[in-house]
């Protein structure tokens, strides 16, 4: 069964994850342009689970957090969890909200690899990724002409 991606808000918690993300960190835009592409997917996304079982971790949420990982050099999924634990900026990129439990690392692992051995996810997601990536070297570029000019 299909995990959700939906975030709530908490009954005690002070803290607005969006408020307190630089609005001019790179990783912003990054994950503007991964949910755009992650959008697009949702229906395959939904062909690819069933409407009944134990919820799974969201295939969005897997998917941000193991780019996390490559752009971070995270090691191992046990690492990524750890910082997922107690990094604002992880967390919200990844889709979790502050009170939100963190996923097992093995549990992880073995959605992630379930989700990436489909044939339907590689033929889908080829094109969206590049599709960010071609984005992202946009936005790199532009960003470092805007530095150099005085």
């Known amino acids: ?9 908490s009954l005690f918690s002070y803290i607005d994850l969006e408020a307190r993300i630089p609005a001019r960190i790179l990783l912003r835009k990054i994950r503007q342009v991964v949910n755009t592409a992650l959008g697009s997917l949702d229906a395959t996304f939904a062909a690819l689970y069933t409407d009944f079982g134990r919820p799974s971790i969201a295939p969005e949420r897997l998917i941000r957090a193991s780019l996390l990982q490559i752009l971070f050099s995270i090691r191992s999924e046990r690492q990524l969890m750890e910082q997922m634990e107690y990094n604002l900026l992880f967390r919200w990129f990844g889709g979790l909200g502050i009170d939100d439990p963190v996923w097992v690392p093995t549990v992880f692992s ?28 946009y936005w790199t570029t532009c960003q470092r002409r805007c530095k150099t000019r005085p």
Do not use: H
Not at 1 to 9: A, I, L, Q, V, Y
Not at 110 to 137: F, G, H, Q, Y
């Open 110 to 137: 073995k959605n992630r690899d379930r989700l990436l051995s489909t044939e339907i996810s590689r033929e889908v997601m080829a094109p969206s990724w590049r599709t960010v990536k071609s984005r992202l070297c």
């Open 1 to 9: 069964m299909r995990g959700s991606d939906e975030t709530s808000g």
